[in-house]
Each structure stands twice: as structure tokens, then as C-alpha cells.
């Protein structure tokens, strides 16, 4: 329909929502991130601009470096093992059978569960006396309790296992879904040609499904990138800044030390980072 | 060889059974956590069923946790609330019409959508603590409805674009208003994927947790997310008592999903995510 003054008139709020709530702050970020705004300075409207100063800071800063290749690891092998085992259940789904529809549900539980309790049944687990090391220590493994998040270098693989649980469903959903719109003759008929289950993942369903296999890499990257909650529940990001993303140092920064503008840097260059890894995938989605 | 057609007809429903049986063990060991004392929760091997199950946890825990309960819901209402009245309209300026800032102003709220909360935040504190929104639930509810909005009109807006247009013309020849339409036609029509959008909605800002940790300093007004959270900041953790309360929050949108869990999977899909 034409209406057009109608359509901006029912339009409006929601964009005028976003305008201000959601893009305004996000441009705000940018400009803090060039002066020096700490609590006092912002209240007496006395910051300065301070050019890249923050971001040469940030350079320099070594726990930003390790904040930086954690981000990395974190979401690496987050996609990895999301995706993997999302595209393994989606397959082994893709079939009727009974109770199909409950057990469904049942995998979007780690979806469904607030972050605060996923989040605090992994405190409990990964602590050094929690759950993980009761079961290692009682069968043998290790004699000792592993700190998997109170010391050393674990922690931000503990943390990582975690997310793993956490991104599954959303990796299952959308690989599914997909899976729904691949006619099913032709694995039929490929299946009468003698392709083994294998050689029809490989040859027929991953090429088919590759739009969807990107879309599903690309949120994923972005979604992961920018973790904040169960980061900040397990760890805060520490002990000592030893586990933090992008997101928690940028907020321990801000609310812990007051520091808004260096927090806002922070906040720009994992903008960045995502954007270079949606426009690295966006590449092979031209290619084919 | 009855048995084996038994088995061909369940095969597969074992072989799902046992990864799915996986991915709800931490669930599993929450409830059961809640059921146990402290000494009998960090018995070593972890006792895989509560050896002296008492509900005195869960009783506990309700009783300190119900006002946090309280905020959560209102909260929850008060984000619903925002999210229909904003999306409902845009969802059928979108769908229904065409015009020139259409696909910018898709492509804007689709952005936002996928906006970390984190990038927002500061700024946002900055200006709510000028404006008297921090300690505040109006202040979080704006914060969480960033979201929401743009999520609820993409689902919406799939929805609506199914309606046929033809109803919206006769109507118009009948001589309807636009309002009229859109309260008498377009808002009814549309309950399934309201009620979807509500769900889903809903389920997101209950478990909210960064928008009250960082507005909402005042233990009376915090929701469930950050009552929950002030307990593990505790020296000495009551992981029994956490787990009964975690338990006890997880309950309504986990009620929620095994009814709907169709309608979640149909949201989640309909080009709007949630990590």
C-alpha cells in the first residue's frame, strides 16, 4: 500500500526507539572513547579530548593484549564445538521418530535457563571443590583438585566449556531448520545410489545448506564476541584479569574503576573485531 | 521379531535421548543440588540422587527470594508492555506498505538487534544517572526493550505479512481509518505470532541480567537475576540454597518453553536471534 505518511506514522516510534535508546548510545561510545571521562570529570562536564590516547593506552596494556587473544580463543573454539554438535544433533534429528517433539524442547533448555543460573551451576561445578574435581578426585584422575577457575590458565577455557553448553540450541535451531528445506528425494535417491549417510552429509547437504552454514557462523561470531554474563557470573573476568573478553574488562573499566573512556575504547575495538569477522565470512558467501 | 520392529520404531529415539540426557544433566544436578544439604552437596563422589531429600531449601529460598521474585515480574510485565505497544505498529508499517526509508529502516532495527548490550550501557548509565532512571524500573525496562523491540517486529512483521491485503482494502472501501485497521484487523489477526513475540519476550527480559546489574543498585527494586548473583558475592557460599533458588527462577520460562517449545523454535528462526 502507498499510505506513506501512514506508514512512517505507525513506524515511528519503534525507529525513534532504536534512534535513541539503541544507535545514539552506541555513537556516544565513540565519542567517549576519545576523552578522558571518569566519574568526576563526566559529572563536572570537565573530560578531555584526549585523541587516541586511550586506544595507545590500551596497546600498551598488557592485560588488554591477553583480553584480546582470550576474546579470540573464547569465540574459536566456542563456534567450533557449538557447531559441531549442533550439526550432529540437527542430522540425527532430521527424521521422525518417537517423542521427537519433547526432546526437541528439551535441547533449548541451555537457551531457556536465565544466564544466572546456568551461570552459577558453572561457578559450582568448575570451583575447587564443586562438582567437576568431586568427580575426578573420587574416580582417581587426579589426586589433587584442578583450579579450573581460581588460578593459572584455565580459567578461560573453563569459561569457554560453558559458553560451549550455552550455544548449542541456537546452533541446532537454525542448522535444522535448514535441514527441513533439503527436498528429501534427493537424499533418497542418493541413498538408492549407494551413498553411504557420510558421503551424503559431505556431497549433498553441506553444499545445500552452505547459506545457512554461514549465517549460522556469522551470528555465531557475533554473538560470541560480545559475551558478557556468564563471563562476568564464573569468573569476573578474573582471577587477576586472567579470563576476560572484550565486554567484562570493558565493564570491570567502567563500574569497578570508573574509567569510562578507556571502558568505551575497549567497547570500539571489539565493535571492529566483529565487523571484520562478518565481513571475513560475508567473503564466502560471494564465492559461491 | 516383534522386538525388532519395536526397536527399529525406537532406535532413534534412544540415540537422541542420550545426547539430549547430556545437555539437561546441569539442570538435573540444579534441582537436585536444592534437595540437599551443604555436606551432602560436596560429597565426593557428587551423589547422582539426593541421599536425604528435604524440601526445607526450597521453602527457604522462596521465602528470602519472593520479593526478588516480585521485580523480576514486574519488570518482565513492564518490558512486554513497552515491546507490544512499540513493535505491533512498526511490525505493520513494515509488512503492509511501501515507502521509501523501508529497507533502511529494516536494516536499523535488524542492526540493533544484534547490538551487544555491553556497547550501549555506559552511555546509557551516563545519561539515565542525569535524568533519574538509575534505581529505577523504568530505567532497566528501557534498556532491555532495546532488544526486544526490534526482535518482536521481525517476528511480528513475518506474520503480518501473511494476512491478505484484500481484507485491509475492503475495509478501507468500508470506511475504515488506518487505526481502525490496524486495532480491529491487523492486532486480531495477528494474536499466534503475539502471542510468540510475548513468549519470547518475556523469556528474555526474565532473565535479564546486565541491565539490573548495572541500574539497579537498590536491593529492594533488584530483580531475581541480581538477588541470585548477590549470593554467590557472599563469603561462603550456600550453593544449596543458590541451587533452590536458581531452581525456582528457571521454573516458569522452563514451564514456558516445554509448552511452546514450537513456538520458540518458529520465533527463534523467523530471522531473529538471541545468542
Redesign the interface.
Known amino acids: 500500500m502507498k499510505e506513506t505518511r501512514t506508514a512512517y506514522f505507525f513506524l515511528l516510534p519503534a525507529l525513534l526507539y532504536v534512534l535513541v535508546f539503541g544507535l545514539y548510545p552506541l555513537l556516544y561510545n565513540v565519542s567517549l572513547s576519545l576523552k578522558d571521562v571518569t566519574f568526576i570529570t563526566y559529572v563536572q562536564g570537565t573530560a578531555r579530548f584526549v585523541g587516541l590516547g586511550n586506544y595507545s593506552e590500551l596497546a600498551n596494556d598488557p592485560i588488554f593484549r591477553r583480553t584480546f587473544s582470550n576474546t579470540l580463543l573464547f569465540t574459536g573454539l566456542s563456534i567450533l564445538f557449538q557447531f559441531t554438535i549442533g550439526f550432529f544433533l540437527a542430522l540425527l534429528f532430521n527424521r521422525s521418530f518417537p517423542l521427537k517433539g519433547i526432546l526437541q524442547s528439551l535441547i533449548m533448555v541451555p537457551w531457556v535457563l536465565p544466564i544466572i543460573v546456568s551461570g552459577s551451576f558453572f561457578r559450582w561445578f568448575f570451583s575447587d571443590n564443586g562438582m567437576l574435581n568431586g568427580f575426578l578426585t573420587a574416580f582417581g584422575i587426579v589426586t589433587r583438585p584442578i583450579p579450573w577457575i581460581t588460578s593459572g590458565h584455565l580459567p578461560i577455557f573453563s569459561v569457554t566449556m560453558a559458553n560451549i553448553w550455552l550455544g548449542i540450541p541456537f546452533n541446532f535451531v537454525l542448522l535444522y531448520t535448514g535441514l527441513q528445506g533439503i527436498p528429501e528425494e534427493l537424499l533418497e535417491s542418493a541413498a538408492i545410489d549407494g551413498a553411504t549417510g557420510w558421503q551424503r552429509v559431505v556431497y549433498i547437504i553441506t553444499p545445500l545448506l552452505r547459506p545457512v552454514i554461514l549465517a549460522t557462523l556469522t551470528l555465531g561470531c557475533i554473538f560470541t564476541v560480545k559475551v558478557f554474563d556468564l563471563v562476568w557470573i564464573i569468573t569476573q573476568g578474573g582471577p587477576g584479569d586472567v579470563s576476560h573478553l572484550f565486554s567484562t574488562l570493558s565493564y570491570s573499566l567502567a563500574f569497578n574503576k570508573l574509567h569510562f573512556g578507556k571502558a568505551s575504547a575497549v567497547l570500539v575495538v571489539m565493535l571492529l573485531v566483529v565487523m571484520l569477522l562478518t565481513v571475513f565470512l560475508n567473503l564466502f558467501q560471494k564465492e559461491a | 521379531m516383534k522386538r525388532k520392529k519395536v526397536w527399529t520404531?525406537?532406535?532413534?529415539?534412544v540415540?537422541?535421548?542420550i545426547?539430549?540426557g547430556i545437555?539437561?544433566l546441569?539442570?538435573y544436578?540444579?534441582a537436585i543440588?536444592g534437595f540437599q544439604s551443604v555436606a551432602e552437596i560436596?560429597?565426593?563422589?557428587?551423589h547422582l540422587f539426593p541421599p536425604n531429600p528435604t524440601t526445607a531449601y526450597y521453602k527457604d529460598a522462596l521465602f528470602t527470594l519472593a520479593p526478588y521474585l516480585r521485580n523480576s515480574l514486574i519488570i518482565a510485565l513492564g518490558v512486554l508492555g513497552v515491546t507490544l505497544?512499540?513493535?505491533l505498529?512498526?511490525a505493520?508499517?513494515?509488512a503492509?506498505?511501501?515507502?521509501?526509508?523501508?529497507r533502511p529502516?529494516s536494516f536499523?532495527?535488524a542492526f540493533?538487534q544484534?547490538?551487544?548490550?555491553?556497547?550501549?550501557?555506559?552511555?546509557?548509565?551516563?545519561?539515565f544517572s542525569r535524568v533519574g532512571l538509575i534505581n529505577n524500573y523504568l530505567g532497566v525496562i528501557?534498556?532491555i526493550?532495546?532488544f526486544t523491540?526490534?526482535f518482536a517486529?521481525i517476528v511480528l512483521n513475518a506474520y503480518i505479512q501473511a494476512i491478505p491485503?484484500g481484507l485491509?482494502e475492503a475495509a478501507l472501501i468500508d470506511g475504515a481509518g488506518?487505526f481502525r485497521i490496524?486495532t480491529s484487523i491487523i492486532v486480531p489477526l495477528a494474536s499466534p505470532a503475539i502471542a510468540t513475540a510475548s513468549i519470547l519476550t518475556l523469556?528474555m527480559a526474565?532473565?535479564d541480567?546486565?541491565f539490573a546489574?548495572?541500574f539497579l543498585k537498590e536491593r529492594t527494586l533488584q530483580p531475581?537475576?541480581?538477588g541470585?548473583?548477590n549470593?554467590?558475592g557472599q563469603y561462603g557460599?550456600q550453593?544449596n540454597k543458590?541451587?533452590a533458588g536458581?531452581?525456582i527462577?528457571?521454573i516458569p520460562?522452563?514451564i514456558?518453553?516445554?509448552l511452546a517449545?514450537?513456538a520458540?523454535?518458529a520465533g527463534?528462526?523467523a530471522g531473529a536471534?538471541?545468542?
Request: hydrophobic residues 65%.
Open positions: 520404531q525406537w532406535k532413534w529415539t540415540y537422541a535421548a545426547p539430549t545437555i539437561i546441569p539442570l544436578f540444579i543440588g560436596f560429597h565426593k563422589p557428587p505497544v512499540v513493535a505498529p512498526s505493520f508499517a513494515l503492509k506498505f511501501q515507502f521509501l526509508l523501508k529502516a536499523i532495527l540493533t544484534v547490538l551487544p548490550a555491553t556497547a550501549i550501557i555506559i552511555p546509557l548509565f551516563l545519561i528501557l534498556g526493550s532495546v523491540i526490534p517486529t491485503s485491509i488506518f490496524f523469556i526474565w532473565g541480567f546486565i546489574l548495572s531475581m537475576s541480581i541470585l548473583y549470593f554467590i557460599i550453593w543458590l541451587m536458581s531452581m527462577f528457571a520460562p522452563l514456558v518453553a516445554l517449545g514450537k520458540i523454535v527463534l528462526t536471534f538471541k545468542e
